[in-house]
């Protein structure tokens, strides 16, 4: 009887730690389990290695997405029509880079999926992965970008030979709800300061009305810091102290810069994972450099890093709410970086694209 009341508290002790490593989960609605279309558009260079990196993973891992591909490139005209209807219909899109002819009168394609589709909010998430070393420990910065107007509008004409004439726009509407956008992902993410960088010194009128929008909304969100900083010294400031930085909300020309910048200093643009979100529709990419589809010498040898783009798939099982998924995904790409066995030229190694994608898919739970 003795023996039988020490033994006791020991099996409390094993009954409590038992309990303590159960997870709570979100509680689906019923049907929320069925496969889900995504359009997925390989795009150019290193896009179809990358992207097909992440179909190999969702299959391995049963994710419940299917994809319907599409053959676009950066140099056609316009996205075809049929690949919008696609878009429209699923809601959700994963693509490669396409890549964006420098001048001349062709279009980017990445602008006009972001215009046509109101994607008004580019998010890119640049942290430290564990086991990748950088110059800079601590870094947690996500970068709100607005996405359709400012410097690429698009508004460019010849005023006369050799003048030409670049308009910036900024209105109240896309700048309150950009603000609002971030804000709002900062109290969802438990997140502490947003900061608004501008250039109103100079750009009075246009970035001062930016200024204004952010001013007001951050009004709303009393428990959420709000600072402001010149987009000059807000670069000198990430490349010398950028874990300081939190959220930051940025007007379109800008947040490309700093998202670049920031994406550097945590590890370099091939392990950032994004995405271009608007009130119905969403698209995931690369979270830095969309544009930059590689070198031809790293498509002929497949030596492109999947890791930004599988990390952008782990955003959209989360978007699709399959949160489950999403951490096994992204649990298994940053155990692979960890041990460091697996890594792509950039990021210090000698692997193959495929041989990267072997080890998550060996890592996945």
Not at 99 to 107: A, C, E, I, R
């Amino acid at each position: 009887m003795a023996t039988s009341r020490r033994s006791l508290p020991l099996l409390r002790t094993l009954i409590a730690g038992k309990t303590q490593t159960r997870t709570v989960t979100y509680m689906p609605r019923p049907g929320d389990g069925a496969p889900r279309p995504v359009t997925l558009i390989p795009g150019d260079g290193i896009g179809p290695l990358v992207t097909n990196a992440v179909e190999q993973v969702m299959e391995a891992m049963h994710a419940p997405v299917y994809f319907e591909k599409y053959d676009v490139h950066g140099d056609m005209n316009r996205v075809p029509p049929e690949v919008m209807d696609s878009i429209r219909k699923n809601k959700v899109c994963l693509k490669g880079g396409l890549k964006t002819p420098m001048g001349g009168g062709v279009n980017s394609l990445n602008m006009q999926l972001r215009k046509e589709l109101d994607l008004y909010a580019s998010l890119v998430n640049c942290c430290n992965l564990p086991g990748l070393r950088t110059r800079h420990e601590n870094v947690d910065i996500v970068v709100i970008r607005e996405n359709t107007e400012g410097e690429y509008s698009g508004l460019e004409h010849e005023v006369v030979p050799g003048v030409v004439e670049s308009l910036k726009v900024i209105t109240k509407f896309c700048s309150e709800r950009i603000a609002k956008y971030a804000f709002e992902y900062a109290y969802l993410n438990n997140r502490k300061k947003v900061t608004a960088v501008h250039k109103a010194n100079i750009m009075k009128l246009a970035d001062g009305l930016f200024l204004e929008s952010c001013r007001e909304v951050a009004t709303k969100y009393p428990s959420i810091k709000y600072n402001e900083i010149i987009v000059d010294n807000c670069c000198m400031q990430l490349v010398s102290k950028p874990e300081q930085f939190d959220v930051m909300v940025t007007p379109n020309l800008y947040g490309n810069l700093v998202a670049n910048t920031a994406a550097g200093i945590a590890g370099g643009t091939g392990v950032m994972p994004g995405g271009n979100v608007g009130a119905e529709y969403a698209v995931f990419e690369q979270g830095a450099s969309a544009g930059n589809v590689g070198k031809e010498k790293m498509v002929e040898q497949k030596t492109a890093n999947p890791v930004a783009l599988l990390l952008s798939s782990a955003m959209m099982l989360r978007h699709l709410q399959f949160p489950s998924f999403a951490d096994r995904l992204e649990n298994a790409v940053k155990r692979v970086i960890l041990e460091g066995q697996y890594r792509t030229k950039d990021l210090g190694g000698g692997s193959t694209t495929q041989e990267v994608v072997d080890a998550v898919i060996a890592k996945l739970d």
